[in-house]
């Protein structure tokens, strides 16, 4: 199952349980109120982060950007409700391993 990375948000409610439901196995959440957040490391194992643009500085999200880019791992922004962030995730067409079967993408 995919692994995704949250970064920004104090409390998520229930995104953590509707994005397990469309496929994420594993999801890892950074606040991003803390200013050592800058440093921290996308885990090895993320394939996917996701930047809730409401609650985030920018150089929080500058050196998100540059990691994930190192690393070849898609970001995609979106705000704190969950249809932005199915809005957002659902644009990362080359992302999902499940795009057979994603309930996510429109088809015609």
């Known amino acids: 199952m995919a692994s995704l990375l949250i970064v920004g948000g104090d409390k998520l409610g229930n995104i953590p349980k509707k994005l397990e439901d469309i496929g994420f196995g594993e999801i890892i959440h950074f606040s991003g109120r803390k200013t050592q957040t800058v440093k921290k490391e996308i885990p090895c194992h993320v394939e996917l982060v996701l930047v809730l643009t409401d609650f985030i500085n920018h150089n929080l999200t500058s050196a998100l950007k540059k990691r994930a880019a ?39």
Not at 74 to 96: F, L
């Open 70 to 108: 190192e690393q070849n791992i898609p970001i995609c922004y979106a705000k704190r409700s969950w249809c932005s962030i199915y809005q957002a995730i659902g644009k990362c067409d080359g992302v999902c391993m499940y795009q057979g079967s994603c309930q996510m993408i429109k088809r015609s």
